[in-house]
């Protein structure tokens, strides 16, 4: 079971480029533990999806990768890793009085603003997933935000409170590990949670497709993680992260 390892070991850096890529570095010379947590005061190099920069100011988010091994998924069905963390960090949000939404493929919002992202990266052997890593950022203390085009949030604004970072990663944890010891016979459930909390699902909204700016309704994610959008004319829309932009 996940819930009885993760976060057993934990490491702690007051700065780090990335929590991610120390791990990713670190698995290539060493034996490292499954459930390991690598947390950071400040990322030098943190960044999201397509190498987008995550902004966060020292020691006051939660800035935290997690390593799972040999994860029983194969790799065409690796998007569900996504869904999951995403679930275990909306649930663990909810626990402390933030509705909150998931905007694909990687993010967290409240009421439009960004709260937290995930980046999931996996090492592979063959067909297998050997060993996963997912980053996890997420707002808490921070209440100004300088990148005005990515509106964000954080917990402290929204609860007009202070949390210990600490405290608030050994809160969220059991969420996320919850999630992973469900992955095969809550696997429905997953999926249905993950489609009902997607943000702006079943609303006609306009997007830039390949350049072209269209109207669709988002219909769903694919096991690969594509976007699934019937536009006007009905058609369907399979996009990925570079082919289509919110409006």
């Known amino acids: 079971m996940i819930s009885d390892i993760i976060g057993n070991n934990q490491f702690y850096f ?9 791990l990713l570095e670190m698995l290539k010379t060493a034996e490292l533990p499954n459930g390991l947590i690598v947390s950071a005061g400040f990322q030098e190099s943190g960044r999201g ?5 995550w902004e966060s100011e020292r020691n006051q988010n939660v800035l935290l990768s997690l ?21 275990g960090v909306l649930n663990y949000l909810k626990s402390v009085g933030i509705a909150a939404e998931i905007k694909w493929p990687n993010d967290i919002v409240v009421n439009h603003n960004k709260i937290a992202g995930t980046l999931i990266q996996n090492t592979l052997i063959g067909k297998r997933i ?12 921070q209440t100004f935000f300088s990148d005005f085009k990515r509106k964000a949030t ?23 590990a919850y999630q992973f010891d469900h992955l095969r016979v809550g696997r429905k459930n997953l999926d249905k949670n993950y489609l009902d909390n997607l943000y702006l ?14 109207e669709a309704v988002i219909k769903g994610v694919t096991p ?3 976007l699934k959008l019937l536009s006007n004319s009905n058609r369907l829309i399979l996009a990925d992260l570079k082919a289509i932009e919110f409006l």
Not at 49 to 53: H, I, L, Q, R, S
Not at 70 to 86: E, G, H, M, T, Y
Not at 130 to 141: E, F, Q, Y
């Open 67 to 87: 390593l799972l091994k040999n994860l029983p998924i194969d790799v065409s069905d690796q998007f569900v890793l996504n869904k999951a963390v995403a679930i």
């Open 130 to 141: 050997k060993n996963t890593v997912v980053g996890i950022g997420l707002n808490v203390n």
């Open 224 to 226: 690969e993680g594509k």
């Open 201 to 214: 699902s079943n609303l006609k909204r306009p997007y830039l497709f390949n350049g072209e700016k269209i």
């Open 154 to 176: 954080s917990i402290g604004l929204e609860k007009e409170n202070t949390s210990n970072l600490q405290l608030t990663i050994n809160n969220m944890l059991p969420f996320i």
């Open 14 to 22: 007051s700065s780090l480029y990335s929590t991610n890529n120390w």
């Open 49 to 53: 999806m397509v190498n987008t920069v």
